[in-house]
Every structure is written in structure tokens, then in C-alpha cells.
């Protein structure tokens, strides 16, 4: 089982098995005619042998001094064992008078000029019994004579039972190689299908565009109806990116004049009491505002990682922007923020490596105490663009790196500090989208942390 849906009874299988069952119906159909086919000709034969023989003796009879006479020939019973080496019986009777052979052996009744066959049971064997009689002239009268020939039937169903299992050898072979272009027509038959299933498991996530590919008639509808579908959820993306951008305007701009006004009002009461209110009311506003802002940074970096917008970056003017863009927030606290600059370029999606690196550099300056330093450097070598950001904070504590990454997820080492849990969590997703990684280590005797941003260089 694959994504909740079960193979077991794929398309492929069901055809194949459907037409392998109606293989198997039609072997053993053809089976059994041509296993009936070749008793009924096996014992046509017989019969016809039976009557040749019968005929060649009743022709020998003739009639000499008033007596019959019978010689019997010997070709009657060689025909008879050129069929099988089955027994042979006979009886030449003139009325109820045997003239010769087996007395007890009785026959179909006989008419004149018509051989008369049955199968019969005789001295505890099944015999293939026929009787003919002709019209013997003697002393002027008119004497029948009655031929009565019977053979059992062990060569014939020899012969029968070995042309059956021929036809069940050749009635095997034409089921497994039927099977075999059952199953090569139901494959070739389902290529399309495969085909279209192929090109879509290639896509990326955001690929939406409709499909263009061309396939039997039958297929056109499933074509039409996820083409409908593409479309649909292309517009609710759509959709989405604009809701994503509007409430990141809509959220961040009231909390931010709540916060002004809390920090005029601040300046203008007397007294101690209120002070406390109003400095924890900005400090509620203040974590909502950076909790808000990085779920909607969260939500956009997941939206944009799966349709990366690559262009060639100058990493160093890159870190001095978002450098810039965060030095009043690092003046705030006497925090100086150091560059440390070599050439390094990379490849990749603009707002979303500034989006990471401003969530690591936000953390570094959140967690350093007043009046240090936060260093950025710039590192090319090995094929690898690093960007790392140095603080004098109190470090990752004892959490792995694979904990701090996780959403909501922060270390031991923030009590009192306002936080989300999702800065790390934001620049671990882009870089890995960009085929990077983040590096993430503590100074010796937990004297600030290092956060490297490694990307492959372009």
C-alpha cells in the first residue's frame, strides 16, 4: 500500500487474470472436443475395420453339395491387428447352426446387406461387436448366414486416451502463451496510462500547468478531469499567497501602533504600577507581533520552497542588506553588528535566503547580552557558499541540532526572552530547499553560538 491505495487489485492484474481465466475456459473447451473428436474417430475407424473384416469372411462363403463352406481369411484378421492387439471373437452361424468360431458370442441383429454394430460385454470384457448377414444359395433355396465379429476395446482407448493427452499438452501450451500475450496486450494497452502517471510523479509540488500529452480516447476524460482539478488548485494557491501576504500586512501594522502608543503611554504615567501594566503589555505585543510574523514567514517559506525562484546572488550584498535592515533593532541594545566579507556567490531564491538569514540574525540579537558583538562572515571554498553569524549569547544549552529545528521547538538557555520557536525551523527549511544545510554549534563554555548557512556555490 502506497499514499492509502492498495495495488492489489491493479487494472493490469484484474485484465490479466480476467483473460487468462477466459483462456483456461476456451483450453479446456478445446480440450474436450478434440479428446471427443478422437474417441468418436477412433472408434469410426474400428467400426469400419470390424466391417471389412466381417465383409471379407461372409465373401468367402459358398455353398458345395448342399453343404456351406467357409475359409477364413487370414488378410480379415490382419486388418484387425494392424488397429492394436486386442482380442479378437467371431461367429459364422447358418440359423441357430454354428458353423464356426465362438458359439456363445452374440451379436446385434443382423439384416441382409447391412452391417449392425454394438458394444457389448463378453466373457467379462467390453467387445465392439458387428453383424452382417448374407443370402447363401443352397439346393435352390435361399439360406442366410449370419458374420458376427467383436473386438475389445483396449486399442482404441489407447489411442484415444493418447490423442487426449496430446491435446492436453498442445491445449496447455496455447493457454501459457495466450496468458503471456494476454499479459503483453493488457501492458501495452495501460503504457499510456503509465506513461501520463510517469510525467506527473515528476513534477514539482507547484507544477500546475495543464497536461498536453495526447493518449487513447478512453483516457481523455481522467486527462480532462485532473487538467479541472490543476486548475482549481492552482487558483486556491493562488489564493492562499495573496491571504498570506495581506494578513502579514494586516496583523503586523495594528500591532505595531498598539505597541507606539503603549511606549508613549509608558513615558507619560507616573506611576510604578501602571508602568508594569503597560511594560507587559508591550512585551505581549511584542512576542504576538514576532510570533505572527514568523508563522506568516513560515507559511510563505512553504509555499515558495516548492517553486523556487533561482537566480545568481551576490552573497556578501545580500548579508549587508539584511544587516542594515536589522542594525536599529541591534543599536537598541549597544549590540554592533560586525561584517567580515570574502567574495561568495550562490544560487537560489533571493527573498527567501534574506528571510532566513534575517530569523538567524533576529535570534542572535535577541539572545546577546547588551554592549556585545554579533559577527557575520562570508566563507567561499570546497564548493560551498557559508554565511555565519557569531553571537556572545548563551549558546544551544544541551538540545541537538535536529531538536532546534523543530517547529515551536527552542533550547534551555532562553528563559525571559520573547520567542516563537521558529526561526531556526524557517532557515533549515529554506537551505534545505536550496540543496544546503544549517550548521549549528556552541562556543566553548557556552560563550555565544554559531549559526552557518551553507549553500553550493555558484
Known amino acids: 500500500?502506497?499514499?492509502?491505495?492498495?495495488?492489489?487489485?491493479?487494472?493490469?492484474?484484474?485484465?490479466?487474470?480476467?483473460?487468462?481465466?477466459?483462456?483456461?475456459?476456451?483450453?479446456?473447451?478445446?480440450?474436450?472436443?478434440?479428446?471427443?473428436?478422437?474417441?468418436?474417430?477412433?472408434?469410426?475407424?474400428?467400426?469400419?475395420?470390424?466391417?471389412?473384416?466381417?465383409?471379407?469372411?461372409?465373401?468367402?462363403?459358398?455353398?458345395?453339395?448342399?453343404?456351406?463352406?467357409?475359409?477364413?481369411?487370414?488378410?480379415?484378421?490382419?486388418?484387425?491387428?494392424?488397429?492394436?492387439?486386442?482380442?479378437?471373437?467371431?461367429?459364422v452361424a447358418v440359423g441357430d447352426e454354428v458353423l464356426t468360431g465362438y458359439g456363445d458370442l452374440e451379436g446385434p441383429e443382423a439384416t441382409s446387406g447391412e452391417a449392425r454394430f454394438?458394444?457389448?460385454?463378453?466373457?467379462?470384457?467390453?467387445?465392439?461387436?458387428?453383424?452382417?448377414?448374407?443370402?447363401?444359395?443352397?439346393?435352390?433355396?435361399?439360406?442366410?448366414?449370419?458374420?458376427?465379429?467383436?473386438?475389445?476395446?483396449?486399442?482404441?482407448?489407447?489411442?484415444?486416451?493418447?490423442?487426449?493427452?496430446?491435446?492436453?499438452?498442445?491445449?496447455?501450451?496455447v493457454f501459457v502463451l495466450a496468458v503471456g500475450i494476454a499479459a503483453f496486450a493488457v501492458r501495452a494497452s495501460l503504457r499510456p496510462l503509465n506513461t501520463m502517471a510517469q510525467h506527473l510523479a515528476t513534477r514539482g509540488p507547484s507544477d500546475l500547468r495543464p497536461l498536453r500529452r495526447q493518449g487513447p480516447p478512453e483516457l481523455m476524460p481522467l486527462v480532462r478531469a485532473l487538467n479541472r482539478l490543476m486548475?482549481?488548485?492552482?487558483?486556491?494557491?493562488r489564493r492562499s499567497e495573496d491571504f498570506i501576504a495581506e494578513a502579514a500586512h494586516r496583523v503586523r501594522t495594528p500591532?505595531?501602533?498598539?505597541?507606539?502608543?503603549?511606549?508613549?503611554?509608558?513615558?507619560?504615567?507616573?506611576?510604578?504600577?501602571?508602568?508594569?501594566?503597560?511594560?507587559?503589555?508591550?512585551?505581549?505585543?511584542?512576542?504576538?507581533?514576532?510570533?505572527?510574523?514568523?508563522?506568516?514567514?513560515?507559511?510563505?517559506?512553504?509555499?515558495?520552497?516548492?517553486?523556487?525562484?533561482?537566480?545568481?546572488?551576490?552573497?556578501?550584498?545580500?548579508?549587508?542588506?539584511?544587516?542594515?535592515?536589522?542594525?536599529?533593532?541591534a543599536q537598541m541594545k549597544?549590540?554592533?553588528?560586525?561584517?567580515?566579507?570574502?567574495?561568495?556567490?550562490?544560487?537560489?531564491?533571493?527573498?527567501?535566503?534574506?528571510?532566513?538569514?534575517?530569523?538567524?540574525?533576529?535570534?542572535?540579537?535577541?539572545?546577546?547580552?547588551?554592549?556585545t558583538v554579533v559577527t557575520l562572515s562570508v566563507r567561499n571554498g570546497g564548493g560551498e557558499a557559508q554565511v555565519m553569524v557569531r553571537d556572545q549569547g548563551p549558546g544551544f544549552g544541551q538540545a541537538s541540532a535536529t531538536q532546534l529545528t523543530e517547529r515551536f521547538r527552542r533550547g534551555d538557555q532562553v528563559e525571559g526572552v520573547v520567542g516563537s520557536g521558529l526561526g531556526l525551523t524557517i532557515a533549515d527549511e529554506v537551505l534545505r530547499a536550496h540543496g544546503g544545510r544549517l550548521d549549528l554549534t556552541s562556543n566553548e563554555e557556552g560563550a555565544g553560538a554559531c549559526v552557518s548557512l551553507i549553500l553550493p556555490a555558484a
Open 118 to 173: 454394438a458394444t457389448l460385454p463378453y466373457r467379462d470384457v467390453t467387445v465392439r461387436a458387428v453383424s452382417l448377414q448374407r443370402i447363401i444359395q443352397r439346393d435352390g433355396a435361399a439360406v442366410p448366414v449370419t458374420v458376427t465379429l467383436a473386438q475389445t476395446r483396449d486399442g482404441v482407448q489407447t489411442i484415444a486416451a493418447g490423442l487426449s493427452r496430446q491435446a492436453a499438452v498442445l491445449s496447455g501450451m
Open 231 to 237: 486548475e482549481r488548485l492552482g487558483g486556491s494557491l
Open 334 to 371: 549597544d549590540i554592533d553588528i560586525a561584517l567580515d566579507m570574502a567574495p561568495a556567490h550562490a544560487e537560489g531564491d533571493e527573498i527567501l535566503i534574506q528571510n532566513a538569514l534575517r530569523n538567524v540574525l533576529d535570534n542572535a540579537i535577541k539572545y546577546s547580552p547588551a554592549e
Open 255 to 329: 500591532l505595531a501602533v498598539v505597541r507606539a502608543q503603549a511606549e508613549i503611554a509608558l513615558h507619560s504615567v507616573e506611576e510604578e504600577s501602571q508602568k508594569q501594566t503597560l511594560r507587559r503589555v508591550i512585551r505581549a505585543v511584542d512576542e504576538s507581533s514576532r510570533s505572527a510574523s514568523q508563522l506568516l514567514d513560515h507559511a510563505m517559506v512553504s509555499f515558495r520552497a516548492d517553486d523556487l525562484t533561482r537566480e545568481r546572488l551576490d552573497l556578501p550584498a545580500l548579508v549587508g542588506d539584511v544587516a542594515e535592515a536589522l542594525r536599529p533593532t
Open 1 to 91: 500500500m502506497s499514499g492509502g491505495v492498495s495495488e492489489r487489485w491493479s487494472i493490469a492484474r484484474r485484465l490479466t487474470l480476467f483473460l487468462a481465466a477466459m483462456v483456461a475456459i476456451l483450453a479446456l473447451v478445446s480440450w474436450y472436443m478434440v479428446t471427443s473428436f478422437a474417441r468418436e474417430a477412433a472408434g469410426r475407424t474400428q467400426d469400419n475395420i470390424l466391417a471389412a473384416s466381417a465383409t471379407s469372411i461372409a465373401e468367402t462363403l459358398r455353398s458345395e453339395g448342399g453343404e456351406i463352406r467357409l475359409e477364413l481369411p487370414y488378410s480379415a484378421f490382419s486388418m484387425l491387428g494392424a488397429l492394436s492387439e486386442d482380442r479378437v471373437f467371431y461367429r
